[in-house]
């Protein structure tokens, strides 16, 4: 595959401060893309991943936004546009997680993680899939979590929300597809260095097939993988170490 795949394209990466987020970024500069770093309050970190691109003869800007906020997608994206350009790729990476049970998460804290993890995402895709169509390219790639399939460890508004990215997922990607513009999920569970555990993350690899959790850049390598395949739409695609088959 060409390292340059995404030359003179725009990549906007919610939550690419940290973990999975960061790899991808990365790896999308190394693809060729000129890169949207988004950071919710951690703007070092985020100036981090810039710098990583930067040192690698690639170009980045790290860009905050509290994507809970109903107007703040939009905003988003005007930074980006007014930064770099109109966006051709965007992974909607950026997640909230409070571990809860059904009687501990009531009806603000189930809206808080729903802003974030599912109106945030929709309003992002909303607002840059017109441009994508009218150009006939454009990727798409929310990140979901195995907690869609199972209901998972951290708690039902976790799991709602990432189920949700799914239906989301399939309706974009059957209307989009003619234009050009791929949309799909990528769903990782027990990544290390995401800050999803609700306890030691050791006590948790016994559930895992493979015998070990995660590593942010497998996960970015097959997010690489799905935005490189103007093929490849519709899907939800599994990253866990053998815990789930969906």
């Known amino acids: 595959m060409s390292g340059d795949q995404f030359a003179g394209r725009v990549a906007l990466v919610t939550g690419g401060s940290g973990g999975i987020g960061a790899e991808l970024c990365v790896g999308l500069s190394g693809s060729g893309a000129t890169v949207a770093v988004h950071y919710d309050t951690n703007r070092e970190a ?5 710098a990583r691109i930067a040192d690698a003869g690639g170009r980045a800007v790290a860009l905050g936004a509290d994507l809970g906020d109903p107007e703040a997608p939009d905003a988003l994206v005007d930074s980006v546009q007014a930064e770099l350009g109109e966006v051709d790729v965007l992974a909607a990476n950026a997640g909230l ?9 009531d009806a603000a804290a189930f809206d808080e993680t729903l802003a974030v993890n599912l109106r945030a995402p929709y309003l992002l895709a909303r607002r840059v ?30 799991a ?42 050791g006590d ?23 935005l490189r395949n103007g093929y490849v739409t519709n899907q939800v695609i599994s990253i866990n170490g053998g815990m789930h088959p969906g």
């Open 160 to 201: 709602s929300s990432k189920a949700g990215l799914h239906g989301l997922t399939h309706f974009l990607a059957s209307r989009s597809a003619p234009d050009g513009v791929t949309v799909n999920a990528i769903a990782p569970a027990l990544i290390e260095e995401t800050g999803m555990f609700p306890r030691d993350p």
């Open 46 to 50: 985020a100036e981090r991943v810039v």
């Open 97 to 105: 997680n409070r571990p809860g049970t059904y009687e501990q998460v």
């Open 129 to 158: 899939l017109p441009g994508m169509r009218a150009r006939g390219f454009g990727r798409i790639l929310f990140t979901s979590s195995v907690a869609a399939f199972t209901g998972g460890i951290v708690g039902p508004d976790y």
């Open 204 to 226: 948790l690899v016994s559930r895992v097939p493979v015998g070990r959790l995660g590593k942010p850049g497998e996960v970015a390598d097959l997010a690489l993988a799905i």
